[in-house]
């Protein structure tokens, strides 16, 4: 079982920055970002593996990057917008791809980004 854990979340206004990052347990394949809005369901957000992909809702504001010795994840948040408010949560898994922006193996427990007008 391969833990995640999230630090970075908080309150920025609009148009400011935040930094994610979530450390792992161990390596995996994968690793990435969803989020889930107030009173809507959790989407995909980025995540990095064979490749680098992006919900186009973050495209170019956010940025997502790691540190394999580290077993670390970031995600740099520019441009923040009040939608952007949500619980992000960290994934992890062996699949890359839509595979893994479907079902990742592995869940973080999420940490809260609020974003003000």
């Known amino acids: 079982q391969v833990q995640l854990v999230e630090s970075g979340g908080g309150l920025a206004q609009a148009g400011g920055s935040l930094r994610l990052s979530c450390v792992a347990s161990?390596?995996?394949?994968?690793m990435g970002w969803f989020r889930q809005p107030p009173g809507k369901e959790r989407e995909f957000v980025a995540a990095s593996g064979d490749s680098t992909y992006y919900a186009d809702s973050v495209k170019g504001r956010f940025t997502i990057s790691r540190d394999n010795a580290k077993n670390t994840v970031y995600l740099q948040m520019n441009s923040l917008k009040p939608e952007d408010t949500a619980v992000y949560y960290c994934a992890a898994g062996y699949e890359t791809g839509d595979m893994f922006k479907t079902k990742p193996d592995y869940w973080g427990q999420g940490t809260q980004v609020t974003v003000s007008s």
């Open positions: 161990e390596r995996t394949f994968s």
